[in-house]
């Protein structure tokens, strides 16, 4: 049998290692269980926001955002039947209605304290599930 996980295009590879090791590392090193729900993503928030505020370099923690803001892309690909897509080795969430979310990118905007992966998911999951023309974030 043939499951949406097995159907997604190649795109979804790295994006999906990315999310995957980074419930891994946040699992043993932080004690953190991200379990792929949205509720899980207030976490995933603070997280990001105690490492801003502690004054944490952007370089020390640019793969650890990449992975949390893939982690939220999965939160919202599991949730609404999206897929990723990818070009130029940018990386974007595409829900059913055609529109295209930034989730990588909205964690490097969490880290300079503008934005939110949690809401980003919320909107994204209540687009997804409406019709709608694409738009860009």
Same mark, same amino acid.
């Given at each position: 049998?043939?499951? =949406? =996980?097995?159907?997604?295009?190649s795109a979804a590879a790295k994006p999906r290692r990315w999310?995957?090791? %980074?419930?891994? %590392?946040?699992?043993?090193?932080?004690?953190?269980?991200?379990?792929?729900? *949205? =509720? $899980?993503?207030? $976490?995933?928030d603070r997280l990001i926001d105690d490492l801003r505020r502690e004054g944490t370099?952007?370089? *020390?923690?640019q793969n650890t955002l990449r992975g949390l803001g893939a982690y939220a892309g999965e939160v919202i690909v599991r =949730?609404?039947?999206?897929?990723?897509w990818a070009a130029g080795g940018d990386h974007w969430v595409r829900t059913p209605n055609g529109r295209l979310w930034?989730?990588?990118?909205e964690a490097r905007r969490c880290f300079a304290?503008?934005?939110?992966?949690?809401l980003l998911c919320r909107d994204a999951t209540r687009a997804g599930s409406r019709g709608g023309g694409p738009a860009g974030r």
């Open positions: 049998m043939t499951t =949406q =996980q097995d159907i997604r295009p999310a995957a090791d %980074t419930v891994a %590392t946040m699992r043993e090193g932080a004690r953190l269980r991200l379990d792929y729900s *949205a =509720q $899980s993503l207030w $976490s995933v370099p952007p370089a *020390a923690v =949730q609404v039947g999206a897929e990723w930034e989730p990588i990118e304290g503008d934005g939110s992966l949690r």
